[in-house]
């Protein structure tokens, strides 16, 4: 018998959102429900994904070229890690995709969105996530927290406000706009009140 198809979960936010804070509870939270699980990230999730990754937080680049090479990670990521993991009925829960690259390279650095739309459709058009979970925060709170927890700040966290500014107009736009797949948590809260969210949002999906 084929295996039910798992579902694809994804985690977005301005960096310093606490995303990253969550991920294990919620990875923790679906596997007491009796998920099988996977846990994974982007840019990265293959060898060669996690090596991209160490370019595109690193070295200087061409908008187009930063846009490419996320398409290129998650190609590779797509068809190695998250399609034969949902088609073996595993979830899969992803720290960032393909709404990171709309908000990022299409709200803060300005590439047009309809060029995102056609990489988005050459390398996954048939493929979204069931659920994206986006962590809502300001972008001064987000940045009080970045600079309490990141003594390196990478290439994207060294970003001025103006920029973080225009990911999460994108973000929200993008939220806005898909209510039934995105759901906004409003991350200025203490943990155990977004616990609590996020579990009402967990027990709705499985
Ligand atoms: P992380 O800090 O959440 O691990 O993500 C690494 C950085 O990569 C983060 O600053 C957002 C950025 N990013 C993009 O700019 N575009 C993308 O498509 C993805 C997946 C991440």
Known sequence: M???RGKFITLEGVDGAGKSTHLDWIAERLRTRGRDLLVTREPGGTPLGESLRKLLLSEP???ETETLLMF???REHLSRVIRPALDQ???VLSDRFTDATYAYQGGGRGLPFDRIAVLERWVHGD???DLTLYFDLSVDAAR???STSQSHPDRFEQEGA???ERVRSAYRARAAAEPERIAVIDADR???DVKKELEVIISSIC
Do not use: E, N, Y
Request: positive net charge.
């Open 2 to 4: 084929t295996p039910v």
């Open 61 to 63: 680049m061409h908008i």
């Open 72 to 74: 290129a990670a998650r």
């Open 89 to 91: 009925g595993c979830w």
């Open 127 to 129: 493929l979204q996530p």
């Open 144 to 146: 009080k927290r970045l």
């Open 162 to 164: 103006d920029f973080f």
């Open 190 to 192: 203490s943990l155990d």
